[in-house]
């Protein structure tokens, strides 16, 4: 994997000015290249161009999203990007949802174009991880990929594979940045060194 689109989707919102994910941005940005790979990025609340997105995604060998979670999800910013340029993408995405007419009840998803290409997510969270990992607790033990179940289904359609998720945890009531910034350096030299 050479080639690195990074995708920003930090936004202001209440009382969030977006810094952790912008910080974790950059330094996805910097061990990247310092890495020696090649790496577009978007920002994707200072505004994109759908086709030069689609460009970067066919470009891009692995996609690395950093993004807070809002409300047990993607903001809504990064939902509209995912079907703004997926949708647009038409035709070198996917060539269909994989079903045929002789048989239209089985493959549906299988039509992805983008095979042999990753993406990753690197999440900010507030809730602590034990709220995944323990079952007892609010997601039952289920991990945080669960919760973005959606989104993994959204690019296994497109045909691509996921890269394990980063995520920080409890990042408002007991925030470690130092601690954040270390072990994602680490997590991104484990995939990509």
């Known amino acids: 994997m050479k080639n690195i689109l990074l995708l920003n989707g930090a936004k202001e919102f209440g009382n969030s000015k977006a810094k952790l994910n912008l910080t ?9 290249k310092d890495l020696n790979l090649n790496v577009e990025q978007t ?3 200072k505004a994109y161009d759908i086709s030069e997105e689609i460009n970067k995604f066919l470009k891009a060998d ?5 993004m807070p979670t809002w409300r047990m999800g993607e903001p809504w910013i990064v939902k509209k990007y995912i079907d703004e340029v997926f949708t647009a993408g038409h035709g070198k995405f996917y060539a269909n949802d994989g079903r ?3 048989n239209p009840t089985k ?15 690197s999440l900010t969270w507030n809730a ?3 709220a995944f990992n323990d079952k ?15 989104l993994h289904k959204a690019h296994e359609f497109i045909g ?13 009531k007991n925030p470690q940045i130092k601690n954040y910034l270390q072990a994602y350096t680490n997590h991104l030299k484990k995939i990509f060194a």
Do not use: R
């Open 24 to 32: 974790l941005h950059e330094c996805a940005l910097h061990t990247l």
């Open 43 to 45: 920002h994707i609340d």
């Open 107 to 121: 493959n549906y998803g299988k039509g992805g174009l983008l095979q042999g290409k990753k993406y990753m997510f």
């Open 160 to 172: 691509m594979k996921a890269l394990p998720t980063f995520i920080c945890n409890d990042v408002v």
């Open 136 to 150: 007892n607790e609010f997601f039952e033990g289920k991990g945080v990929d669960m919760v973005y179940w959606h």
């Open 128 to 130: 602590p991880i034990e």
């Open 100 to 102: 045929s007419y002789e």
């Open 62 to 66: 692995a996609v690395i999203y950093q």
